[in-house]
């Protein structure tokens, strides 16, 4: 009788941890999910997409989000599924310049935006304007 106490104790007291355990777990593993991504990884992480789009795009160029990404019609918001603005496609074209560089002339095996290891970078000939010009 006492065992069956306990047990009932014991089981009382982990369920709520249990059920909190499997509710933090099921957000946690929710990745967002892009759409149009062409050249970037489609698994790519909020962070890592970020961290492109704004320490590498951002910063290299000189620009914001708008100068690549479309706004929607009627709600005024940036669509950054769309490829309404060709400057999208320019971007696409140079990011796989860019990778097929450091592959190249540098021996990375597998170049990927975003990494530290890249030689050459938007920035290498961008230095902070959005149309560099030829020296």
Do not use: W
Not at 84 to 107: C, V
């Amino acid at each position: 009788m006492k065992i069956n106490q306990k047990l009932s104790v014991v089981l009382l007291l982990t369920l709520p941890v249990t059920i909190v355990a499997a509710t933090n777990n099921s957000k946690t593993l929710v990745a967002p999910q892009y759409t149009n991504l062409k050249v970037l990884p489609k698994n790519i992480s909020s962070k890592e997409l970020q961290k492109i789009m704004i320490d590498d795009f951002e910063d290299a160029l000189g620009v914001s989000c708008n100068f690549c990404h479309a706004a929607d019609t009627t709600t005024g918001k940036l669509d950054y599924a769309s490829d309404a603005k060709p400057e999208k496609e320019i971007a696409r074209q140079m990011m796989r310049t860019t990778l097929g560089i450091n592959k190249r002339y540098f021996g990375i095996k597998h170049p990927e935006m975003g990494s530290a290891g890249l030689t050459v970078t938007c920035n290498t000939c961008h230095n902070g304007v959005p149309f560099p010009e030829a020296k």
